[in-house]
């Protein structure tokens, strides 16, 4: 049992198809209409049939009111992050701090490097990740009087000016799978970002669990410093066994025993459809929070 | 090219914001005043900035100052994501020692006509083998700052700054006109946008003379000071405007817009683009959207040009000079056609997407006017709040034009017979350019023929039609084991056939999967509002075959024909046969069970006709198979697989429908039309299109 302690936030993972911007953006403001708390959008920049990430969260942003934005994961190979840093910290102050920094390493290398990115092997990826993690933090911290000199081989900033500051303590979210990038997340980032597809079992979240839990401490960091997020998807429907294939209450007693059990304090569903995204904030959210209170005693 | 260029006067407004607040409030303050462009700079990244004006903006064009970006393929991806979510309002600026590069990789990835992926091996930029688009939608300038030569050369802008007095010599004129002219282009394809700073003096004199005489066409004041940009507004900008009209009016300085290299490079041969009536909307092949007219829903196209007519008398001027163009026409209203070749390979396409009103007539009659160019969903989602539908097709992406001018056979088809059967009258463009109103009493015979056989007769922009009380309706999806096709068949059909007329039924099935147990879908629309009925209607369907799973419930019409919008992407040529058959008897069950299993058509769909469709007489209407009790439709990959098989299907057939037809043999035409039909169309097609201007979809002539 490793519960630790974080808030829930409910959110929706929009496909961003760019034959219909409208309806995107009509997702992310039906998303906070009923009442999710989080709405992000994948990141492949060389997907031709995919709006632009960081423009869409922009303009997202700009007609909501209350709902936080966050990419699920940005494409760091195709996002300097030196570059990224000012964007979001830029997004942040214009939204009212409603923007979060959702990170992944990059993976399909091909395409990555047919739109001008440099093909890095899996280890140098987790360490431009670590680095570019650096540059921008090095360059939100306004309180640093000096210039910002940080990075490596990878992301070299050398007597950066800083600024600006975000609007809010944004949280940097990284999307991991393997023990070298679970050991990154356990030293420096603020949340663990994965999809429950890709992880293949729910087993599969205690392993990442003790690795980022050991990395964080040895780190001298707290195992809560780390928020537990999860992409989920599923269906709304007759109760069943499988997980996520049933009832909302159904669903909302899975994903209790899942925070219980395993700590995940974040649920992003992976879904397009208005009505199970409803279903999702209206029937699922409150009655998870309810069991998860009562969980917690 | 010293001098005016005569390129519309737009101001701009270049910002500073040091913080969000400031950055809305410059926005919608310069939007207010009525300034053109906002340029957007500064500690805040601008294309974050600028992303977030234009979402909250109705009407300023947006553009970050002239940078070198960082990734140059994300930028692109990025300034078509903006164009497309704030619908256009945007421009790229580049400068410093990649833009060439950088140039190079957006135009590139926005060339979605071009094939294969992109590679640009520049020093600065690179891409090694990006998938190309999307393009911009609206057309995105793209301005070079820092180097004329290569603005000259490539770009739409040159961008600079000038102090206004003085300002002329600051102009590269002779460095951008030269490098265009070397380049083969016209030197009024590059505008030229100037910064300008503020300054007490009074700036008109001197402004004008950068435009009038060094052909500068975009003024950008610099100034942090909202005083400034509102008096500038207020009081420059109206006397400016004013100076620089009357001069070009004096001078008689060319305006109109400019055949830029890249759309002369695009153009095909046979159309005579300049002799295009004027004031009509056109997309050539190098225009911005033409990306999304091209191609229809099944056939991947290559037009030369697309005439978009935003009314009946603007599509009659344009159907008129098509008719004296030597190149394919293809008439185009929703664009899911087989038959109806809406588009092709250098020809020119009439798309009839504008004329899309919807408008009710008559309350008491159910009457409404819908435009050619509506789809048959948003024609669902209109009606269905006064509690009355339209039989339309099986998909809410159709076009009204097409289908209603050929059949239409829907979930109504039993209860209230075929679309065309619900037509009263129609306005229709005839190829020598009038435009006429056929109904029974008016243009009788052309009405006649426009029931069946409209693509040969006459291009309907709008169509009168008489709708029926549809509230809410039972529909079911039943899947059944198909193991034995042919039995399947032959029971499905007795069972619809023993229905009454309220319940109408489709059955889809296909090539099956190896390895998995054979199924088909039956659909079911049954046009009443109690459930019990609606069981006792889909229980004779469920109990033709095992029933695997089934989805059974009350819907309303928009539900069943969902609106499919977005542009097309089809590819290639589609593969179908059509063929009308009186019952699904034993010679038709076999027939099609062959075909089923021999694996020719992944989608082989049946529709139910029969009902209130044989209440008409065959005579009535160019549509003339009354007697038919089902469409049979397969969908094939190869031509060569499908006809052999189907051919012998099709001996058991009465005739078929042309709107799912594609074989080109001309045996084809006595299938579609019975001797009797065909001869009076001949007559009237000889009447009302003599010189057979409309040739591409089962032309009788």
Do not use: C
Not at chain 1, 156 to 184: C, E, N, S, T
Not at chain 2, 668 to 692: E, H, M, N, S
């Amino acid at each position: 049992m490793t519960d630790y302690g974080h808030d829930l936030i409910l959110g929706s993972f929009l496909t961003p198809t760019n034959a219909d911007p409208a309806a995107v953006v009509g997702l992310a403001r039906h998303a906070e209409d009923v009442g999710l708390d989080l709405v992000t959008f994948q990141d492949h920049p060389y997907q031709p049939a995919f709006l632009d990430a960081w423009t869409l969260m922009s303009y997202v942003a700009a007609v909501t009111e209350r709902v936080r934005i966050a990419a699920n994961v940005h494409n760091l190979p195709l996002r300097p992050p030196a570059v990224l840093a000012r964007a979001a910290a830029s997004l942040d102050l214009l939204s009212g701090g409603r923007v979060e920094l959702g990170l992944g390493a990059g993976a399909f290398w091909d395409a990555i490097e047919a739109m001008g990115g440099t093909r890095l092997t899996p280890g140098q990826a987790v360490a431009a990740l670590e680095e570019g993690i650096d540059v921008i933090r090095g360059l939100w911290d306004t309180t640093a009087r000096d210039r910002l000199v940080t990075g490596g081989d990878h992301h070299h900033l050398d007597g950066a000016k800083r600024g600006p500051a975000p609007a809010h303590d944004m949280a940097i979210w990284v999307g991991a799978l393997k023990p070298r990038m679970l050991r990154l997340v356990g030293r420096k980032a603020d949340g663990w970002l994965p999809s429950l597809g890709y992880l293949g079992s729910l087993d599969a979240l205690a392993a990442g669990n003790a690795v980022i839990d050991e990395a964080a401490v040895g780190a001298g960091r707290r195992p809560e410093d780390v928020r537990r997020l999860l992409n989920v998807g599923g269906r709304f429907g007759p109760p069943s066994d499988r997980f996520l294939q049933g009832s909302p209450a159904q669903w909302a007693e899975q994903l209790a025993a899942v925070t219980i059990e395993h700590g995940v304090s974040t649920y992003i569903l992976a879904s397009d459809d208005p009505t199970e995204i409803e279903l999702f904030a209206t029937e699922v959210g409150p009655a998870l929070r309810d069991l998860v209170a009562a969980g917690r005693g | 090219m010293s001098g005016d260029l005569g390129h519309p006067l737009r101001l701009g407004l270049r910002v500073t914001p040091p913080d969000a607040a400031t950055a809305l409030a410059a926005a919608r303050t310069a939007e207010r005043l009525g300034y053109d462009l906002l340029v957007v700079a500064g500690l805040l990244d601008p294309w974050t900035v600028l992303t977030w004006v234009a979402a909250r903006t109705e009407r300023i064009t947006v553009v970050a100052e002239p940078h070198d970006p960082p990734v140059a393929a994300v930028a692109a991806r990025a300034v078509a994501s903006l164009d497309r979510l704030a619908g256009g309002r945007v421009e790229l600026a580049l400068t410093g020692a990649g833009s060439r590069d950088a140039l190079a990789v957006v135009r590139g990835l926005w060339d979605e006509a071009a094939t294969g992926p992109l590679v640009v091996a520049g020093a600065h930029h690179a891409v090694r083998g990006a998938e190309r688009g999307p393009a911009p939608t609206q057309g995105v300038p793209i301005w070079v700052a820092g180097d004329p030569a290569l603005a000259g050369r490539e770009a739409d802008g040159w961008w600079g700054r000038v102090v206004p007095a003085g300002g002329l010599d600051d102009v590269p004129t002779a460095t951008l006109d030269g490098a265009a002219r070397a380049a083969g282009r016209d030197p009024r394809e590059v505008r030229r946008l100037v910064v300008v700073p503020a300054s007490g003096e009074d700036p008109v004199e001197d402004l004008a003379r950068l435009v009038l005489d060094a052909g500068v066409s975009t003024i950008v004041l610099d100034t942090p000071d909202a005083d400034q940009a509102r008096r500038f507004a207020e009081e420059s900008a109206p006397a400016l405007r004013d100076r620089v009209a009357r001069r070009r009016a004096a001078a008689g300085t060319a305006t109109g817009p400019v055949v830029t290299r890249h759309r002369r490079e695009r153009r095909r041969s046979g159309i005579d683009y300049d002799a295009v009536p004027a004031g009509l909307t056109v997309v050539e092949p190098g225009d911005p959207g033409y990306g999304r007219l091209r191609s229809t829903y099944l056939r991947g196209g290559a037009p030369g040009l697309v005439l978009r007519p935003g009314s009946a008398v603007e599509a009659a001027e344009a159907l008129a000079w098509a008719g004296t163009q030597d190149v394919p026409l293809g008439i185009r209203s929703g664009g899911h056609g087989f038959s109806g070749r809406s588009t092709n390979d250098g020809g020119i396409v009439l798309d009839l997407g504008r004329l899309a009103g919807i408008e009710v007539l008559d309350e008491g009659e159910r009457l409404v006017r819908v435009g050619a160019g509506a789809r048959w969903g948003e024609v669902a989602d209109a009606l269905a709040p006064l509690g009355w539908a339209v039989t339309s097709g099986d998909s809410g992406g159709v076009g009204v034009g097409g289908l209603a001018t050929a059949g239409g056979i829907g979930w109504f088809a039993r209860s209230h017979g075929l679309t065309i059967d619900r037509v009263r009258a129609a306005e229709v463009v005839l190829p020598n350019g009038s435009v006429v109103r056929a109904s029974a009493t008016e243009h009788p015979d052309l009405f006649w023929a426009l029931r069946g056989a409209g693509a040969n007769v006459g291009v309907v922009t709008s169509l009168d039609l008489a709708a029926a009380e549809v509230g809410t309706i039972g529909w079911g999806r039943l899947v059944l084991d198909a193991s034995d096709p042919a039995g399947l068949l032959r029971r499905w059909g007795a069972a619809v056939e023993a229905a009454p007329r309220d319940l109408t039924s489709f059955l889809l099935t296909g090539a099956q999967r190896r390895g998995e147990p054979a199924t088909a879908q039956v659909f079911a629309v049954v046009d009443v509002e109690d459930p019990d009925v609606i069981v006792d209607r889909l229980q004779p369907l469920a109990d033709v075959a095992p029933l695997l799973a089934q989805d059974v419930r009350l819907a309303t019409y928009p539900e069943v024909v969902v609106p499919g919008g977005g542009p097309h992407a089809g590819r290639g040529e589609p593969v179908s046969r059509s063929s009308l058959v009186d019952h699904l008897d034993q010679d038709v069950a076999d027939a099609a069970a062959a075909l089923l299993r021999g694996g020719i058509t992944p989608f082989f769909q049946i529709r139910s006709v029969g009902g209130a469709v044989a209440d008409v007489a065959p005579e009535a209407t160019a549509y003339a198979h009354r007697a038919a009790g089902f469409s049979v439709l397969g969908i094939g990959s190869s031509r060569s697989r499908l006809d052999p098989a189907w051919d012998r299907l099709h001996a058991h057939a009465r005739g078929l429908y042309l709107s799912f037809e594609t074989d080109p043999r001309p045996e084809r035409l006595q299938d579609a039309f019975p001797p009797a039909t065909l001869a009076r169309l001949r007559d009237v097609k000889r009447r009302y299109d003599p010189a057979g201007v409309l040739r591409d979809n089962f032309p009788v002539g």
